[in-house]
């Protein structure tokens, strides 16, 4: 059963191109890179543990075009800044 489903766009011209550090409320996230060109920046950055407080090692991870990022949900994560290019 499918409880939310979104779409988000970057593009380097506009102002806010980060999704700030948050916990997903779901069990499994799947972010599916639909669109990626000429990309500086703008990774899935996770902090610590998937159950932890968010303190310890991050991982970041690239998100390419025709690719899915599974996790789970809880994971503290967050989007880093898109420094050039577009990304869907």
């Given at each position: 059963e499918l409880y939310d489903a979104f779409?988000?766009?970057y593009d380097s011209r506009q102002t806010d191109t980060t999704f700030n550090q948050h916990?997903?409320?779901s069990?499994?996230?799947?972010?599916v890179c639909l669109r990626s060109e000429n990309v500086v920046g703008s990774r899935?950055?996770?902090f610590g543990a998937w159950d932890g407080d968010g303190s310890g090692q991050r991982l970041r991870a690239e998100q390419r075009a025709g690719f899915a990022?599974?996790?789970?949900?809880r994971h503290l994560h967050q989007t880093t800044p898109?420094?050039?290019g577009i990304r869907s």
């Open positions: 779409s988000l766009h916990r997903d409320p069990f499994v996230t799947i972010n899935v950055e996770f990022l599974v996790h789970r949900g898109l420094v050039k």
